[in-house]
């Protein structure tokens, strides 16, 4: 089993939850995706996060997805764990990392405003998960409203072994990044993956400022990973060529509200899932929405054959 370090890179691809038109998780396409994703070539997954609507599910529903996943593939897999209480989090952390798990991903709860409260929420939470499980701090504010600077990510880090992974979601984040970076290179922080999120949508900067990769769900993996291969050898033009052709598609997904909607209605198209439905209350995709994304991924296939399905 390869555990989550600080050394850890690439992309590690946010799944979602599958799910059948009556609301019930479509087992064959669990399988399907987890195939796919192995695929694309992405260094690991993420499950149970916000965009695999962990909180639509049951703690049956969340450990049974957990379980089948981590038996379908050998890659690295990260499980959400965040919950309201440490009990429901410590359980599905044990379990998960019991059935194969590389780290769990731990959020904020948007009752935390001061930087004692964050600091001391998360030496909760690295208490209740255990010491021994590789935890990815979930730092996204624009959804979650709790606001960490770079001082208090360097806290958290410095006070808990075992966070080993910063998950960035701040927007605008770049330097943030750069903070977080001039601490390790003075010696002021303990050395830290960082994986970026948003869509996608800042990671041809990201990946200049020092981030390690990619954690997030843009219907296309496969750029993802081109684009941090880019980066690692230098190709930055390229880089920017691969990433600008793509993102008319990248801010069309990133829309707050439906972009989850329009995430699964790629995923079917692609054939990867047989259903984009989402688990109610969800919003649904309009005809002329629909009509959006299929024009988008028509003009995109004339850079990137990969969307030409």
């Not at 997805?65 to 981590?70: G, H, K, N, P």
């Not at 730092?139 to 072994?161: A, C, F, H, K, S």
């Not at 970026?196 to 990671?203: A, D, H, Q």
Request: aromatic share 6%; proline share 6%.
């Amino acid at each position: 089993m390869t555990l989550l370090s600080p050394r850890t890179r690439g992309v590690y691809a946010i799944a979602v939850t599958p799910f059948t038109e009556d609301g019930a998780i479509d087992e064959v396409s669990v399988d399907r995706m987890v195939d796919w994703y192995e695929q694309t070539g992405v260094d690991g997954l993420t499950i149970l996060g916000i965009l695999g609507e962990a909180p639509k599910l049951d703690a049956a529903e969340a450990l049974a997805f957990a379980r089948r996943v981590l038996a379908r593939t050998r890659l690295p897999v990260v499980v959400g764990v965040s919950a309201p209480g440490f009990a429901a989090m410590r359980a599905l952390a044990r379990a998960s990392m019991d059935a194969g798990a590389a780290g769990v991903m731990i959020g904020p709860p948007p009752a935390l405003r001061t930087d004692d409260q964050i600091t001391g929420y998360f030496a909760q939470a690295a208490q209740a998960v255990g010491p021994d499980t590789p935890f990815v701090l979930q730092d996204y504010p624009l959804t979650l409203t709790v606001q960490m600077t770079p001082g208090v990510i360097r806290r958290i880090v410095e006070d808990n072994p075992s966070c080993v992974m910063l998950k960035h979601e701040d927007w605008p984040g770049l330097e943030k990044i750069s903070a977080l970076r001039r601490f390790q290179a003075e010696g002021a922080m303990r050395p830290l993956s960082i994986l970026c999120g948003n869509g996608g949508l800042f990671l041809d900067f990201e990946t200049e400022r020092g981030a390690d990769g990619a954690m997030t769900g843009y219907a296309f993996p496969e750029m993802l990973v081109d684009l941090v291969a880019h980066a690692s050898a230098g190709r930055r033009d390229a880089g920017h060529d691969l990433f600008d052709a793509h993102l008319p598609l990248l801010r069309y997904e990133h829309q707050q509200g439906i972009g989850l909607a329009v995430r699964k209605y790629i995923l079917r198209r692609r054939g990867v899932i047989v259903s984009d439905a989402l688990r109610a209350p969800a919003p649904v995709l309009s005809a002329a929405a629909r009509a959006e994304v299929d024009y988008l991924l028509q003009r995109l296939a004339r850079r990137d054959r990969r969307a030409g399905f």
